[in-house]
């Protein structure tokens, strides 16, 4: 049972607003695919390694995580680490006590995104409804393939050979690809595959296929699942015996939702990822930079540069992330995703650095990037007039002075300069407020605080 | 003449005028009031009914430099806008000044 437990032990995140029942007479969104097929490459991004260093697949090898500090973890660990007992979320410390001869691999997440980028980019030649799910993870929409690429056998070779043409083939060789209709059927069919062997579940054969599996397939609550084997429940079948509202009883509706899976009422379409172009900048250090100021310095002059790309085309940011290439190879990510989506650099800035502070590089920097990967909407103009200080605090109730200008007003002229070079705000003046002639009453003044 | 775009002096003190005319075809009856209108440089060029006429006055101006004579009247579309138009009596043609709705 342990073993089942960790090979689903990456959650599947299923979006519980996109369920459609069973029910083929149930319309589904445009684009959306009902017919799934997951791909998976269990420890993407050690065999990444692996495949960048050939000497060491056959030696015991763990991929550090990506948090720093003084007590790092083991993240991803190697077949021969594993019977060693060296486990994924060890203290290095440990791991090392238990396996002597372990080589300990600094993680290189810019390494990893270029591969997920390549795998997706050649997966959307194929199928227009392409859904990532974690890097080394994708779900495919496969309805209406059967016309260009035949059967479901046929499809997910095809799918495979593209793999061979981008990916090293040991990474192509170790997945594992599940057909089914939605995404749960479709994961658990994968992860319950052999690499090179596909496991396609027919719409038919879907109950019959789902109630065999194993219980910790589902993606509910840890607790959920250790109340369920303590309940007894082992497989999907055994679950299937508790009536629904008995279910959601105990469970609450995770328990409804667990038996819709579980009896493949649920079927959860593969729905078209949309990844907006990122906006990047980078800066090459002639030496490599340790100082955290310095990477402060650059960091600002990044963030300018970046919100200055006309590509950005007005849009607030809602995410972004600074990598750095390390001295002696390897890379350093730190990512930040925002509540509220900005649109200056200041604000930017400080989450930044506050990420920076927790999740430091851990050796000297060669060069930085920026990278604005998501985005909210244009910044209205109404939020150049809610008044605000200059740590961002409303201000209201206070009547402005005759001339001044509010902090909020003045940093979006100053956004509005760096991005189109001049300010595009007027201020209206009066000329000759009297006059017959409206338009000599009147004019515009460009305004520049 | 220096480009304003390039120049941030120059665009800084540079004053743009506030509710300058634009251009207009006006279909007018033999009284000479407005039956349809189509604004130059609107991306519908197609021509409007003119329903109701609210208002009209007439502005007579600077005699003694560059005289102006404008015939003005307000009125209301076939779509529901309302738009104040002027009659140039020295230059000639039809202008749009103010546009509402």
């Known amino acids: ?449 | 003449m220096r480009d304003g775009r390039k120049d941030g002096c120059a665009r800084a003190t540079r004053l743009k005028p506030l509710g300058s005319p634009r251009g207009a075809r006006v279909l007018v009856d033999d009284a000479g009031a407005p039956v349809a209108v189509v604004v130059v440089g609107k991306r519908s060029s197609r021509a409007k009914r003119v329903t109701a006429i609210r208002e009209r006055w007439r502005i007579d101006d600077e005699w003694w430099r560059h005289p102006l004579s404008r015939e003005y009247v307000t009125v209301v579309l076939e779509d529901g806008r309302s738009l104040t138009l002027y009659l140039d009596r020295v230059e000639g043609g039809w202008w749009v000044q103010g546009e509402e709705g």
């Open chain 1, 1 to 449: 049972m342990a073993d089942a437990r960790q090979r689903y032990a990456r959650p599947l995140d299923l979006d519980l607003g996109t369920s459609y029942e069973a029910n083929p007479q149930n319309l589904l969104p445009s684009r959306a695919s009902r017919t799934a097929l997951c791909l998976w490459l269990p420890t993407f991004e050690l065999r990444l390694e692996l495949v960048r260093s050939p000497g060491l697949d056959t030696t015991s090898v763990a991929l550090l995580s990506t948090e720093g500090g003084a007590r790092r973890t083991v993240w991803q660990v190697s077949e021969r680490a594993s019977e060693a007992g060296v486990r994924p979320g060890q203290l290095v410390s440990q791991a090392v006590s238990l396996c002597p001869s372990l080589t300990l691999l600094e993680p290189d997440p810019s390494h990893y995104d270029a591969a997920e980028d390549t795998l997706l980019e050649v997966l959307s030649e194929l199928t227009p409804v392409v859904e990532p799910a974690g890097r080394g993870r994708v779900f495919l929409g496969m309805d209406g393939l059967g016309r260009l690429y035949g059967s479901p056998p046929n499809q997910v070779l095809r799918v495979i050979r593209a793999l061979f043409r981008v990916l090293p083939g040991p990474l192509v060789a170790a997945t594992r690809a599940g057909f089914a209709p939605g995404k749960f059927g479709a994961w658990v069919a994968a992860a319950g595959a052999r690499p090179g062997e596909p496991m396609i579940v027919p719409e038919a054969g879907l109950c019959t296929f789902l109630a065999r599996q194993p219980v910790t397939a589902l993606p509910v609550e840890e607790a959920t699942l250790d109340r369920l084997e303590r309940l007894g429940v082992r497989t999907l079948g055994d679950l299937l015996r508790f009536p629904a509202p008995a279910l959601v009883g105990q469970f609450g509706e995770e328990g409804g939702r667990a038996r819709a899976w579980a009896s493949g009422e649920r079927i959860d379409a593969v729905r078209p990822w949309h990844r907006p172009r990122p906006v990047r900048v980078a800066l090459d250090f002639s030496t490599p930079i340790g100082q955290v100021e310095t990477l402060h310095g650059a960091l600002d002059r990044l963030l300018e540069r970046a919100l200055a790309r006309p590509e950005r085309r007005g849009r607030s940011v809602a995410a972004l992330r600074v990598v750095g290439r390390l001295e002696g190879g390897g890379s350093w990510m730190v990512d930040a995703v925002l509540r509220d989506p900005i649109a200056s650099r200041e604000p930017l800035a400080f989450v930044l650095r506050s990420r920076m502070g927790l999740l430091p590089p851990p050796r000297a920097v060669e060069a930085l990037a920026v990278e604005l990967f998501r985005f909210g909407p244009p910044s209205s103009q109404s939020s150049l007039f809610d008044r605000k200080d200059a740590l961002g605090r409303p201000e209201e109730g206070r009547d402005l002075s005759d001339g001044e200008v509010p902090h909020s007003l003045r940093s979006a002229v100053r956004e509005l300069k760096l991005r189109l070079g001049h300010s595009p705000l007027y201020r209206v003046v009066e000329v000759d407020p009297l006059s017959r002639i409206p338009e000599r009453r009147h004019a515009l003044l460009s305004f520049d605080p």
